[in-house]
């Protein structure tokens, strides 16, 4: 497994993922404390996916979260470059299909949003993973991504640093299918961006209207943007009506 310092090989790493498909949804309860539950809900009320809406949840794996959001009505599709991840979620009855972050098949502005959860550290290219979720988005559209993040508060940040993230890299191994993956894991937690440099990315991708807010003391953020609309063109002066003339 390629260090996540490093380029990302996308094979290896939906290897990766298929080794942990089995256990992955209880792993992630049990390295979380139950937490994970809380982000979900916090992540569905951000993105507010509403009855007739189309909404891509990208980097799904067994589709939890998918299930959440279509509680309310919206059309909702899970999406995973894991095929492992996929058919482990099949009995949720919910449409999947397996996708490439860079290259998704679906037509321009398919979605009225798009949210990816703790998978956007994954993608070999955030930059132009984020453009290319931005071609899918109807202009309006929202982007909400939860992910790990840098405690903004120093003793904290520390102890997270040095003691949280290695309990649960030992828990994950404990619970997981495939154990090995776990330090990956871990490693990418540490090496990814912090809460502004992440809004950076995400507005050089060209969304606006992008903020966050920290969970669990900002061991987690959530991002939220819009894609931009096109400027309307001035209405014309109405025929016949006396220019502006300056003094």
Known sequence: MSRASLDKDPREVAAMFDGVAAGYDRANSVMTFGFDRRWRATTAGALDAREGERVLDL??????????????????????????????????????????????????????????????????????????IMRVVRPGGRLVICEVSTPTFAPIRFVYRKIVLRLLTWLGRRAASNPE?????????????????????????????VEWLNLTFGAVALHRARKPEPEQPPAPEPHGSPAKIDP
């Open 181 to 209: 993956a776990y330090g990956y894991l871990a490693e990418s937690m540490l090496t990814w961006y912090d809460q502004r440099s992440l809004g950076e990315v995400i507005a050089s991708a060209g969304w606006t209207k």
């Open 59 to 132: 980097a799904a794996g067994t589709g939890v979260s998918t299930e959440e959001y279509a509680r309310d009505g919206a059309w909702c599709v899970a999406a995973d470059f894991s095929l492992e991840m996929l058919r482990n979620g099949r009995d949720r009855g919910l449409p999947m299909i397996a996708a490439d972050a860079l290259h998704l098949p679906f037509a321009d502005e398919s979605f009225d949003a798009v949210t990816v959860s703790f998978g956007l550290r994954n993608f070999v290219d955030t930059k132009a993973a984020l453009v290319e």
